[in-house]
């Protein structure tokens, strides 16, 4: 039969190879939370940069009727001025 010792051995080979498995699946699903987060944020990050993107072609657009409106008003004072 086997030695008390070689058991002991056994049993802790045993062990100690069942807690890495144990700890490498730990490992791999905190992984994939960590994955499955971090694309979460991405999702988020791309459509913040979606809505500033958007906010930024309205102030360009708002910008330019505001220098349009602002010569027309400059440009039908001039003109008055110049009628008297």
Do not use: P, W, Y
């Given at each position: ?24 699946h730990q490992m791999q699903n905190i ?20 809505r500033n993107v958007e906010e930024l ?28």
């Amino acid at each position: 039969m086997i030695s008390r010792g070689a058991k002991v051995a056994l049993g802790g080979a045993f062990c100690f190879a069942a807690a890495v498995i144990f700890l490498v699946h730990q490992m791999q699903n905190i992984d994939r939370k960590r994955l499955k987060e971090g694309v979460i944020r991405d999702l988020e990050r791309q459509e913040k940069k979606r809505r500033n993107v958007e906010e930024l072609k309205e102030q360009i657009e708002l910008t330019k009727k505001l220098q349009e409106q602002r010569d027309r008003n400059l440009n039908s004072e001039k003109m008055e001025g110049n009628e008297t």
